[in-house]
């Protein structure tokens, strides 16, 4: 009788919030929750489709892609797919118009450019890894841990690519 009550008081539900949700999973339930409320059915698709997305990265093998990348993936899947389109013979305008409407509804839920990180605070960040780890320059097996430490410090505020580049740019110097 004691396990059953310990065991309901430990339940969670799908509206109670979670400390582990990352922010932009939660803005788009909210905003999913707005969209039924609002019946605006097109928007209603994407933001469920977007969800749907995330949660099939979430149990994918190893550690589940940022929610940032799967987004931006889902992005440029719908342009691709209105240029697809667009380019088809005969020209399907109808479904590239729904596709890059899909993509601009999902846009607003990436990251403003603001929000991305300015070069000279990543080159920044890069130096003061390199001065924990106590490196002159990054060669070799070093550039990888480099990377991730300073992926660790950054989050999403700064890309993959981004990042190699800098720890390129910084640790040949």
Same mark, same amino acid.
């Given at each position: ?13 799908? !509206? ?16 999913? #929750? ?13 933001? #469920? ?43 399907? !305008? ?36 390199? #001065? ?28 993959? #690519? ?12």
């Amino acid at each position: 009788m004691i396990q059953r009550r310990v065991a309901s008081q430990l339940r969670t539900y799908a !509206t109670s919030p979670s400390a582990t949700v990352h922010p932009l999973t939660a803005s788009l339930r909210a905003a999913l #929750k707005q969209s039924m409320l609002a019946r605006t059915t097109e928007r209603t698709a994407v933001i #469920k489709s977007i969800l749907a997305d995330l949660q099939n990265a979430s149990h994918q093998a190893g550690s589940p892609p940022s929610p940032f990348k799967t987004l931006a993936l889902s992005i440029s899947r719908r342009v691709d797919a209105a240029q697809t389109f667009r380019s088809s013979s005969p020209p399907r !305008t109808d479904l590239a118009d729904q596709y890059e409407r899909e993509a601009e509804i999902l846009r607003e839920f990436g990251p403003k450019k603001a929000e991305m990180m300015a070069p000279e605070q990543l080159d920044e960040i890069v130096r003061e890894v390199m #001065k924990i780890c106590e490196l002159e320059k990054v060669e070799g097996k070093d550039t990888g841990r480099v990377i991730k430490l300073v992926r660790e410090r950054t989050g999403d505020r700064a890309e993959g #690519k981004d990042v190699a580049d800098a720890v390129k740019r910084v640790g040949s110097a």
